[in-house]
């Protein structure tokens, strides 16, 4: 299975960026996809996530209504649209596959199977 997210880059305070993740090496139904991310010095945290088969979103509270979460199951990719970024948007973004995740445990990384390698997004003032 490979993850490969992509996207990412200098933006200004107030501006969008499109992240991408494409997914390949097996079928996903049933699988949970998510976003995180992870700033120099801090923990891994959860941004968003979409179930693959359906399509049902959450997002943390930092994030809600700036950013959306889709996917194109035909594509098998997924995807992260920020707006309205502030500095502290600013960070590595990760995308990742876990099975039969449900709602309660979306945010924990742990439950995660599969790992993209990054994008970096930095927002500038």
């Known amino acids: 299975v490979q993850l490969q997210a992509s996207g990412g880059g200098l933006v200004q305070a107030g501006g969008s960026l499109r992240l991408s993740c494409a997914a390949s090496g097996r079928t996903f139904n049933g699988y949970v996809m998510g976003w995180f991310r992870q700033a120099p010095g801090k923990e891994r945290e959860f941004v968003a996530a979409?179930?693959?088969?359906?399509?049902?979103?959450t997002y943390s509270d930092a994030v809600k209504g700036r950013f959306t979460i889709s996917k194109d199951t035909y594509k098998n990719t997924l995807y992260l649209q920020m707006n309205s970024l502030k500095l502290e948007d600013t960070a590595g973004y990760y995308c990742?596959?876990?099975?039969?995740?449900?709602?309660?445990?979306?945010?924990?990384?742990?439950?995660?199977?599969?790992w993209g390698q990054g994008t970096l997004v930095t927002v500038s003032s």
């Open positions: 979409i179930k693959w088969s359906g399509g049902s979103s």
């Open positions: 990742a596959a876990g099975r039969s995740l449900i709602t309660s445990v979306m945010p924990d990384p742990t439950k995660y199977d599969y």
